[in-house]
């Protein structure tokens, strides 16, 4: 129980860390949000007039005080371009790339695990060099240019799925996986190559260990000793490489919905950038960091019930 709240703590600390990191950086950056909304022609009394409007001429740690008290509240702020709730505008898209990153983390273990085993079952042969080999190819390709190949071929070619056809979960959640299983293939695929190696490598690792020596001494059958001894320890690793590759996946996810046309965070954030709207680039940030921090907490935590020796 220690163990645990002492994460959680680490967890809300590093939150906190996070936040000061973020808020201030932007503040120091040049230009002012109030002159990009309303353009290069505006008089510095209007500029002014809107700065003070939105709170920018008050003290940055005034600001970084009520920012942080309404983050506590669930309450980011104002959008300065959308002119509404950042919480609310934000809400609207988080569907779509949670909905997108939890398949692409699905697909990764329903096709990186059995494959991983099988690279393992497998190893030194031709088989298996030539798997590790394309392994080695799709783990260098990049999520959105896979997403790019992937709309050219089932998209264009075969015509599987329609090119920016994408529906709302909201309006029918079966069309809406049918269309987000490409885009997910797309994040999955590196992951995939990523996982299936380190299991087969951490798989051949455990089956040299004396305990498997040990076991088949007793006269246990080949297939009892891989599945209750060997896969069990080498899942260990992998379980915190998945967990921690979550919060990877929904950073992937804003880059691929570009390429698919998925009206997710990526599209508010990309525009948010270009029209300096601090108040949705920090929730985003921030949201962000948090499913890094937990994801790794629920690692840690999943690491501890494996091994209750962890406790650092």
């Known amino acids: 129980m220690r163990y645990a709240l002492r994460k959680i703590a680490t967890m809300f600390i590093t939150l906190f860390f996070v936040s000061v990191i973020v808020f201030f950086s932007f503040s120091l950056i040049p230009g002012s949000p109030a002159m990009n909304k309303l353009g290069t022609e505006a008089t510095p009394e209007s500029i002014k007039a809107l700065e003070h409007e939105m709170g920018l001429d008050r003290p940055v740690a005034e600001r970084y005080g009520k920012w942080l008290l309404g983050v506590v509240r669930g309450d980011f702020g104002k959008s300065y371009s959308y002119n509404q709730p950042v919480t609310k505008l934000i809400a609207d898209k988080l569907g779509a790339t949670l909905l997108l990153s939890v398949m692409a983390i699905a697909i990764t273990i329903l096709v990186s695990i059995p494959l991983g085993i099988f690279m393992a079952r497998k190893s030194d042969?031709?088989?298996?060099?030539?798997?590790?080999?394309?392994?080695?190819?799709?783990?260098?390709?990049?999520?959105?240019?896979?997403?790019?190949?992937?709309?050219?071929?089932?998209?264009?070619?075969?015509?599987?799925?329609?090119?920016?056809?994408?529906?709302?979960?909201?309006?029918?959640?079966?069309?809406?996986?049918?269309?987000?299983?490409?885009?997910?293939?797309?994040?999955?695929?590196?992951?995939?190559?990523?996982?299936?190696?380190?299991?087969?490598?951490?798989?051949?690792?455990?089956?040299?260990?004396?305990?498997?020596?040990?076991?088949?001494?007793?006269?246990?059958?080949?297939?009892?000793?891989?599945?209750?001894?060997?896969?069990?320890?080498?899942?260990?690793?992998?379980?915190?490489?998945?967990?921690?590759?979550?919060?990877?996946?929904?950073?992937?996810?804003?880059?691929?919905?570009?390429?698919?046309?998925?009206?997710?965070?990526?599209?508010?954030?990309?525009s948010s950038i270009s029209g300096r709207d601090y108040p949705v680039i920090e929730a985003i940030i921030l949201l962000l960091a948090f499913f890094v921090v937990l994801s790794n907490l629920i690692v840690d935590l999943l690491y501890h019930k494996f091994d209750p020796r962890i406790n650092v």
């Not at 089932?154 to 979960?169: D, E, T």
């Not at 909201?170 to 995939?192: E, H, M, Q, W």
């Not at 921690?244 to 990526?266: L, R």
């Open 125 to 270: 042969t031709k088989l298996d060099i030539f798997l590790s080999g394309f392994n080695q190819l799709i783990m260098a390709v990049p999520s959105f240019f896979s997403g790019i190949l992937i709309t050219l071929i089932f998209g264009v070619v075969l015509r599987v799925f329609v090119p920016g056809g994408y529906i709302s979960y909201k309006t029918s959640l079966i069309r809406c996986i049918g269309y987000l299983v490409f885009p997910a293939f797309a994040i999955a695929l590196p992951k995939i190559s990523m996982v299936s190696k380190l299991l087969k490598d951490t798989v051949m690792a455990e089956s040299g260990k004396d305990y498997v020596r040990t076991a088949y001494s007793r006269g246990n059958r080949t297939k009892s000793v891989f599945y209750k001894h060997v896969l069990f320890n080498a899942l260990i690793p992998v379980i915190t490489f998945l967990g921690m590759a979550f919060a990877d996946i929904i950073a992937g996810s804003i880059i691929v919905e570009q390429v698919f046309s998925v009206p997710g965070m990526g599209r508010i954030l990309l």
